[in-house]
């Protein structure tokens, strides 16, 4: 291992040489950068090795031959060499990305980039403070320079305003640093840590320690003393962008570390203060955003306020603390650097001018690696830092940062996840992404260095805190496996997945308890059959499969998991996923974007409501909810709850729903409604298997449920009414049916709960077959509005045969297995203590005929419109798993035994009382009998008996043409005047239509507008002017040692 | 399980004594409505003969596959409503089919024709069919409201959902009817009635002058008089309900007629007197007059 | 005399503030924060005074055995050494910029480069 020195000295001696070397030989200066780059890479890559698998221990360097306090010594620790080998890395591959205009500018610019880098090392390797302030000016001046050398004009304001800061800063810095010597004796931090003690009561010595700390903080670019910071951020060249926020960062953070060790606790609220404003405002402020590097600045800012707050919060986290900071270091580091250089490859500056990436699948998947890494996603070290960060402070009770802190990250993932959103979407600009390979190179390192971090964060994880390694579970590989299969065909691909889902079912079956076993054949094998539609897609598809098996491996992940942490990161994969799959639709983006946006937010409350059950404990198996403290279990039972409804759209929390399921593909549409919707539903299943009951001020919560519920259903299906679209109808339709769902499990009874399971069941067939029969319609016919359709019953019969079989399973008429569904519901309810929520779903019940018969009338039925006479059936691939849903929900009315016979034993152990009694083909409960055999043969011998009749007496009728028909004493001629299908429910909106008024999505329209406006207002602080600037982080001074003191 | 074969003659027993009846009673029915408006009205076995004359139209036609199967369905959904519900009390040749499903099957066995009924109609293209379906569907939806709600307080009422225990259940005297110990319940159901009975002020669906018969404006020949049987099935199986949950049943065919009779003339009565209703109108009078009742019946019972 | 100095000092680094942020010139900016460096040298000396002591310098009259006890504390003198020539380091490439901004827009007000903003 060599001497970290040789960190300094190299840099040095290569500046001096490059210094003598002829200006004109700016090719070699620039080998000779590169070398020295890489050699400094080298030195803390072998320490960091020695720490990490061979034990060696930290070491002290001295220098000038005498021990400190009396001289400057150096320190190479586990942190150190981590941190060191972040910031030399980054500089070498920023200094490879920036070859040309490193050659361009000739020796002065490397010796400048290799002297910045040295100072970052530096900042980060002494433990003396006054050396810490030379390496700061070194930093400063070395950055001023390098922001004086590019090539933006602006920049050199940018440049200016910051050294105008930094003089101010620096000038702190120093009276601080000599005051405190003067106090304690020492310039050591090491000795001036165990000092402190008699003197850290001393008020010299805090106001000195105030004046060290605050300027240090500010290298952190805290709001609102951060104006400097983002101009630089937006215009020097992105190269230098990825330093200053990735190494420049790293160091200063770590000198604050380093400072607030001696300073001890009583500093730590104050670095936690900063730190969640900063991470607030900037987010905030990033929200209305149009420039992509100011935006990544102001993610910078943030994510580095994150980190201020967890170094704040290190007496909680005590030796964790490196795990978290890490985690978020290395992922904002990683993910930073890597969109600088990336932005440098778009050419223009605007967010929706990322839409040039989109020719690059490969770029595509380094920026979305990127933003996970930066929204703390799995399987990222942001996402177990999250997640232990979460889990201590819940179990702390510092439960207002806490909250802060999840409010600033959902912001975060919404510009985050909008803006990937532009480039997936939007116009790509004429001028395609021709990244040279030197450019590319770093941005590909970095995706693989925050895979790699990934898993080896997940193996710290394993150790420290005995969770799984995610990046080793078998689902999760296998969707990962997809990635690196994205260049074969399309059919080729379906195959392994169906292949893949079907054998991991039957390796895993006998796993599961009865309620799983479903859940799990309906995520397998459901969505197995599902797939079999996507054979109908022909060339790549690239993304597809790695979206949809991230999904799939996600809600395998969710049904298998133990404890709270993979029940939480299964969560947070399927979601990711899916995601990913419904922004494929063509016009689907902003339905994407508030799908991922509700359910991160879903996702945070469910993250909270498990840190808050563990109460601080690194294991929480999922059936420990049960056993949490009574003053707390309510509280984890509303944010579960509500986590969990996000995902079945609950009212209220559904307005992403219905575009999100509407403008998906073909294909998509019954993945996300008829599987992943059950995933919400599952989790409610564990949270009242686990928790049952729970009383918050006296109110019992699954009576809340009960009327939610209740209203999700009504409102659901009205909406569904008043639909033009049949894919949106079809979606609001899921809110209702989720309603119904929700409805029997919050009834709290054997019966409520097997209705629930039959609701899970029906739904994920009918509403599967419905989506495909719609979206095979479509495709075929070009478009989703049902009144330009109609009469297509000749023309696609197996599409009409599905949505009839579909449509009269919804309605629940007997003998099809929806009425299974309504008849275990009355029994539930009629075992129910609550009778005024019934009203509300005795009124929606009725309405689902609504949307049903339109939607099979103006499709199928009415007129025949001439543009669509030489429409065909749909697709084979489309129309085949319709057929075996069709057959499913025949065998499922028949025979429901099949499935819930042995889950009604299984909820014995819930609920002993109330079950059903099955006997033959009869099903009997305590108040009534039901028997789905011989109800499906009366009703077939009366249908056939009649059916022949009419064929005799009518045997002679003859089929008559289109408009063979009178009315209004006239013969109609057009299609268009005649189907009767637009508006189709006039006189009901005219009755009941204020009832669905779009209350919910105008307040969270109006959300989203108060954050931008808000946003964007408080942004005009930042107007630019240096002296402004200056008179900002007056400010900052004046009132953090306000509120401090 | 073990069938009796025999079961099914005696089915067909209770349809043939059920359809003639039918027949009968609604021609008597349309008689008495016209006396009241000082006509003479039809002869009391013009439905027979009105049938026959459909069958043996020679003209036919049909507009597909789903117009061909509408009336199917209609008669069908009469038929096994009929025969879902055990007609007289305590007989088991008039128990008829109702060991396959308790009351929500009956309940829910109402939509089966209803639904075919409207799949048949819209495919013969006519506006005035698809119409009249959108007006039934948005009427219904309210006035079921109200009977939905009653029967759930007759079910937690007498704790069953077997319509032979509720029957069971007001034996012994006219003081045992729901009619007397649970009269909201049948007073939201008997409003519910009104609009599930085709006639004034809730007829807005056929509307005769407007949109000349609604639904079945297409059907003609054998599909009008199969829909005709089943005009003289449906309602008598539906009142067959009734009866069985608020009026305490029938024992023997005498009472059966007469109950029958006396419950039919309800809806006759509010039908001869009221004008009818808007669908947003009658929407809006079941949620304001019936749904309270319904409330009422839940929460009291 | 020691806090004569360091208010000196101090007053010093406030009129260089003043200066640096009422003025909207460049150069009298650069000027400006050159007040508060030498403020600030001011005060570091000012800190490491001790009254009765001499300089730091060891010769005749101050012998190496008796040093620790008769002369000032070094360190700040030698600080202040380095921070003066970080400080002219400093200068020079402010004053670098002030050419370089002045050459972009022919201008030195610092109001007229706020083209990054928000």
């Not at chain 1, 030195?43 to 001289?71: K, S």
């Not at chain 1, 160091?251 to 604050?256: K, P």
């Not at chain 1, 993304?543 to 949809?548: C, L, R, S």
């Not at chain 2, 225990?165 to 409003?191: D, K």
Request: proline letters at 5%; a positive charge; aromatic letters at 14%.
């Amino acid at each position: 291992m060599l001497s970290p020195l040789y960190l300094v000295a190299a840099a040095l001696a290569a500046s001096f040489t490059l210094g003598l070397l002829n200006p004109k030989r700016s090719g070699a200066a620039y080998a000779i950068t590169l070398v020295t780059l890489a050699f400094m890479a080298w030195v803390p890559a072998g320490w960091l090795w020695g720490f990490m698998a061979e034990g060696a221990q930290p070491v002290e360097i001295y220098t000038a031959g005498a021990l400190p306090p009396y001289a400057i010594n150096l320190r190479m620790g586990l942190a150190e060499a981590a941190m060191t080998l972040l910031i030399t890395l980054t500089g070498l591959l920023s200094a490879l990305y920036l070859k040309e205009s490193l050659i361009k500018l000739g020796h002065r610019g490397m010796a400048v980039l290799m002297v910045a880098l040295m100072a970052f090392c530096g900042i980060v390797l002494t433990r003396d403070l006054f050396n810490l302030f030379v390496f700061f000016e070194l930093a400063a001046i070395s950055t001023a320079g390098l922001i004086l050398l590019s090539e933006d004009e602006r920049a050199l304001s940018a440049g200016f305003k910051y050294l105008i800061v930094s003089q101010l800063v620096s000038t702190f810095l120093l009276i601080g640093i000599l005051f405190a010597y003067h106090a304690s004796g020492t310039l050591n931090l090491d000795t001036m840590a165990s000092a402190r003690l008699p003197h850290g009561s001393a008020p010299s010595f805090a106001l000195a320690f105030f004046l060290m700390f605050i300027a240090l903080v500010t290298e952190l670019k805290p709001f609102p003393a951060n104006g400097w910071a983002l101009d630089i951020y937006e215009s020097a060249h992105p190269a230098y962008s990825a330093l200053f926020s990735a190494a420049a960062a790293t160091a200063s953070l770590y000198a604050v570390d380093k400072l607030l060790l001696v300073g001890g606790p009583g500093w730590y609220p104050m670095a936690t203060g900063i730190g969640i404003t900063t991470f607030l405002a900037a987010n905030l402020f990033a929200l209305p955003q149009g420039n992509d590097r100011r935006l990544l600045g102001y993610s910078s800012l943030a994510q580095i306020g994150l980190i201020l707050v967890v170094l704040g919060q290190r007496d909680l986290l005590g030796e964790g603390t490196p795990f978290i900071a890490f985690g978020l270091l290395v992922s904002h580091a990683v993910a930073k650097a890597g969109l600088y250089w990336l932005s440098g490859l778009v050419g223009g500056r605007s967010l929706t001018d990322w839409a040039a990436l989109r020719g690059r699948p490969l770029l595509v998947f380094a920026f979305i690696s990127f933003v996970a890494m930066l929204t703390s996603l799995p399987p990222f070290p942001g996402f177990y830092a999250k997640w232990e960060l979460v889990r201590v402070l819940a179990g702390e009770g510092r439960l207002a940062l806490l909250a802060l802190i999840l409010i600033g990250a959902l912001v975060e993932a919404g510009y985050l996840f909008r803006w990937f959103g532009y480039m997936l979407k939007r116009e790509a600009p004429a001028e395609a992404v021709n990244g040279e390979p030197h450019q590319v190179v770093p941005v590909y390192v970095a995706v693989l260095a925050g895979w790699v971090l990934g898993y080896f964060w997940g193996e710290l994880s394993g150790v420290g805190l005995g969770h799984h390694n995610l990046l080793l579970s078998l689902p999760l590989a296998f969707a990962l496996g997809f990635l690196l299969l994205d260049w074969l065909p399309a059919w080729v691909k379906n195959t392994l997945a169906i292949t893949g889902m079907v054998a991991f079912f039957f390796l895993t079956y006998a796993e599961y308890d009865p309620l799983r076993l479903i859940f799990a054949l309906i995520f397998l094998i459901g969505g197995a059959i599902t797939l079999l539609a996507s054979y109908d897609a022909h060339g790549r598809r690239i993304g597809f499969y790695p979206a949809a098996m991230l999904m799939y491996a996600g809600m395998v992940m969710l049904v298998r998991a133990n404890d709270s942490f993979e029940f939480f990161a299964a969560w947070e994969l399927l979601t990711l996923g899916s995601y990913f799959l419904i922004l494929r639709g063509k016009h689907s983006e902003p339905h994407a974007l508030s799908y991922i946006l509700f359910s991160l937010g879903g996702a945070f409350l469910i993250l909270a409501g498990f840190a808050l059950a563990a109460g601080g404990a690194a294991q929480f198996p999922i059936t420990a909810l049960g056993q949490v403290a009574p003053a707390v279990a309510p509280w984890v039972f509303l944010l579960l709850a509500t986590g969990f409804m996000t995902k079945t759209a609950a009212i209220g929390l559904h307005i992403w729903l219905p575009g999100a399921h509407a403008e998906a593909e073909t294909d998509v549409s019954p993945m996300v409604s008829g599987i992943l919707l059950k995933a919400g539903l599952f989790g409610l299943f564990v949270l009242l298997m686990a928790m049952g009951k729970q009383r918050l001020y006296g109110v019992e919560l699954t009576h809340v449920l009960l009327w939610v519920a209740a209203f999700t259903a009504l409102l659901g299906n009205l909406m569904a009414v008043f639909q033009e679209d049949a894919k949106r109808l079809l979606a609001y339709s899921s809110i209702g049916q989720m309603g119904y769902a929700l409805f029997g499990l919050a009834l709290m009874n054997h019966l409520g709960w097997l209705m629930a399971l039959m609701f899970v069941i029906n739904h994920y067939i009918y509403k599967s077959m419905l989506f495909l029969s719609v979206g095979g319609v479509a495709k075929r016919t070009g478009t989703r509005e049902m009144y330009r359709m109609g009469g297509l019953i000749r023309l696609m019969p197996l599409s009409f045969i599905a949505v009839l079989i579909g449509i009269i399973a919804i309605s629940g008429v007997p003998p099809l297995s929806g009425f299974g569904g309504r008849w275990i519901f009355y029994n539930a309810i009629l075992a129910s203590d609550y009778r005024l929520p019934m009203v509300i779903l005795f009124l929606a019940g009725p309405v689902a005929f609504l949307y049903l018969f339109r939607l099979i009338h103006s499709i199928f039925l009415g007129q025949l419109k001439d543009e669509l006479r030489r429409v065909k059936e749909a697709p084979f691939w489309i129309a085949l798993p319709q057929m075996l849903y069709v057959g499913l929900l025949l065998a499922f009315a028949l025979a429901p035994g099949l499935a819930l016979r042995r889950v009604d034993t299984y909820l014995n152990l819930f609920f002993p009382e109330g079950g059903l009694h099955w006997e033959g083909f009869e099903i009997t409960s305590d108040y009534g009998y039901w028997n789905p055999v011989a109800i499906m043969i009366v009703v077939a011998v009366i249908f056939v008996s009649l059916f022949a009749w009419l064929l005799f007496v009518n045997r002679r009728a003859q089929k008559v043409k289109q408009f063979n028909i009178v009315f209004s004493a006239e013969r109609p001629f057009r299609p268009e005047t005649t189907h009767f299908a637009w508006n189709f429910f006039a006189p009901y909106r005219k009755a009941l239509g204020f009832l669905v008024q779009p209350y919910a999505t105008t307040f969270w329209g109006a959300l989203t507008d108060f954050l931008h406006t808000a946003g964007d207002l408080a942004r005009r602080l930042y107007d630019g002017n240096g002296q402004s600037y200056a008179l900002h982080f007056l400010a900052f001074v004046v009132i953090v040692f306000g509120v401090g003191v | 399980m073990q069938f009796d074969w025999m079961k099914i003659p005696y089915a067909l027993l209770t349809l043939f004594i059920v359809v003639n009846f039918g027949m009968i009673l609604t021609a008597l029915v349309a008689k008495i409505a016209a006396r009241v408006g000082r006509r003479r009205g039809i002869r009391i076995w013009q439905n027979y003969a009105d049938l026959f004359k459909n069958y043996g139209l020679r003209s036919s036609i049909t507009h597909g596959a789903m117009f061909y199967l509408g009336p199917v369905f209609r008669l069908t959904g009469g038929i096994g409503l009929l025969l879902f519900v055990p007609t007289i009390y305590g007989s088991y040749v008039f128990s008829n089919l109702s060991f396959a499903g308790d009351l929500i099957l009956a309940l829910y066995f109402i939509f089966f024709g209803t639904l075919g009924m409207a799949l048949g109609a819209a495919e013969s293209g006519h506006p005035h069919a698809a119409i009249g379906v959108s007006r039934g569907l948005s009427q219904v939806t309210t006035a079921e409201l109200p009977l939905a709600l009653a029967v759930f307080s007759v079910a937690l009422q007498y704790h069953t959902l077997s319509v032979t225990a509720i029957v069971a259940a007001q034996q012994g005297g006219i003081e045992h009817w729901t009619l007397f110990t649970n009269p909201f319940a049948v007073a939201a159901a008997m409003l519910a009635f009104l609009g599930s009975m085709m006639r004034p002020p809730f007829d807005v669906v056929s509307a005769p002058q407007e949109i000349p018969i609604g639904p079945p404006t297409e059907y003609h020949s054998s599909y009008l008089a199969m829909m005709q049987t089943n005009r003289a099935i449906f309602p008598i199986a539906k009142i067959v309900v009734y009866m069985n949950l608020f009026f305490g049943g029938a024992a023997s065919w005498p009472v059966f007629c007469l109950k029958v009779f006396l419950i039919y003339m309800v809806s006759v009565f509010i039908g001869v007197v009221f004008p009818r209703f808007r669908v947003e109108q009658s929407i809006r009078w079941f949620l304001i007059w019936a749904l309270p009742l319904g409330v009422l019946a839940i929460v009291l019972v | 005399m020691i806090h004569l100095a360091m208010a000196t000092g101090f007053l010093l680094i406030l009129i260089g503030f003043y200066g640096a942020v009422s003025n909207r010139n460049i150069l009298r900016m650069i000027v400006a924060f050159t007040i508060a460096d030498s403020g600030v040298n001011l005060v570091i000396v000012a800190i490491g005074y001790m009254p009765g002591r001499t300089a730091p310098i060891l010769d005749a009259t101050v012998k190496a055995g008796y040093a620790a006890a008769r002369i000032i504390d070094p360190v700040p003198q030698a600080l202040v050494l380095t921070a003066i020539v970080i400080g002219v380091g400093v200068t020079a490439l402010m004053l670098a910029y002030a050419y370089k901004l002045y050459e972009k827009k022919r201008s030195l007000d610092i109001a007229k480069f706020t083209e990054l903003r928000g």
